[in-house]
Nanobody, 114 residues
Framework: VQLQASGGGLVQPGGSLRLSCAAS????????MAWYRQAPGKQRESVAF???????NYADFVKGRFTISRDNTKNTMYLQMNGLKPEDTAVYYC?????????WGQGTQVTVSS
């Protein structure tokens, strides 16, 4: 399984970005896709996850601002990020977990700065 994340960039505080994560390869029908992030000097943290059946969960610090979704026909996951804050600056990674195996994408940089 390979994951390709895209959509990062530089945005001003209060702005929006949409991240995408395309999965390819042999993917079991039931799986969980997730976004993590890692800011400089900080540990990697979970942002949100979504199952192939549509169940989703968010970290408290993004509730009401970020929306996770997926298109199972395209094996693609999205993260719509609104109301971005400087503290959202990080490398965002997508993951896919299936049959107890976890796969990671390469990460995409999100920078929130004026």
């Amino acid at each position: 399984v390979q994951l390709q994340a895209s959509g990062g960039g530089l945005v001003q505080p209060g702005g929006s970005l949409r991240l995408s994560c395309a999965a390819s390869g042999s993917i079991f029908s039931f799986n969980v896709m997730a976004w993590y992030r890692q800011a400089p000097g900080k540990q990697r943290e979970s942002v949100a996850f979504i199952t192939s059946r549509g169940g989703r969960n968010y970290a408290d610090f993004v509730k009401g601002r970020f929306t996770i979704s997926r298109d199972n026909t395209k094996n693609t996951m999205y993260l719509q990020m609104n109301g971005l804050k400087p503290e959202d600056t990080a490398v965002y990674y997508c993951t896919l977990t299936s049959q107890s195996r976890a796969y990671w994408g390469q990460g995409t940089q999100v920078t929130v700065s004026s």
